[in-house]
């Protein structure tokens, strides 16, 4: 059988040898037919069986295999002097190729013989490795587990963080309430003052002095029992300061999946206490103006210089 090797690939498929060359396959693939019977394949596939890669590379296989393993290199070395004997001048690249192998093997069987002679303490270093990569898996998963449990407790504290957020919210939202509650109350009692009054006021021989005094006494006295002059202070004091305050601190937090639920409830409770303030802000403002102008229609119900 034809050699496949030639003066132009010669150089490369020897340098093929170190990375693939120690397999049959390879070898039959390349060798010329008058080597066949030398015994290469058959040691070839011996050292396969042991452990030995393809580069042929020792290292990598078994150490309780590297006395099996330096015979069938002294073995393959014979093997390759037999196949180059067989070589004439028609098979010179076959030569060349046994040549080549011989040389690489040689290094090979050294490499080996070192490595049975220091088995044991190859052995014992392996062990020593294994015993510290594993101690140090275990650092790295107390670490791990020291980290998880920081992360689920920052975690509880950003959802409780969160929570406190959404109750402050809640009783902005009470109190605000509160005050559009008492100014509404207060406004249906300042009309129903205005208009008895203003009924009794244009009534033929009525007290006039004494129906104005009266009902400027319950004008007063409206704003007084539901509280306008404080909660005008507060709507315009502190309400406003805990809305941006409420709002600025529920702003820091970024939506995730595992406070998705507490993020939304906070958000609707942040937004009601933002919308009932403005509502109870402008209930404040009309109500004011409706109590100074019920003063001042009373005012000019009067007569003059009164």
Known sequence: MATKLTDSNIDKILKEIPKKGFRTKFWREYRAGACKGSGVGKIMDQLEKYGVPPSGDPSKADLDEMPNIVQAFSMLSNAMLKANGKCGALQKHSSLLCKEYRKIISKLEDKATKLAQNAGKIKAQ???DEQRIQQQNEATDKHL???KKE???NRKLFVKQIKEVETRAAKIEEACKKVSKD?????KLLEAVKKDWKSKHGKEGADRPKIEATA????RAVAAKFKISAHAKSISGPLPKLVKDVTSNFTQFKQEDWNKKELVAAGKKVAAARRTYEQARDAVKFYTAQHKIALNELQKARPEGV
């Open 183 to 187: 100014v509404a109350e207060a406004q």
């Open 145 to 147: 587990e020291k980290l």
């Open 126 to 128: 392996k062990l020593l």
């Open 151 to 153: 992360h689920e407790a």
């Open 216 to 219: 400027d006494k319950q004008i």
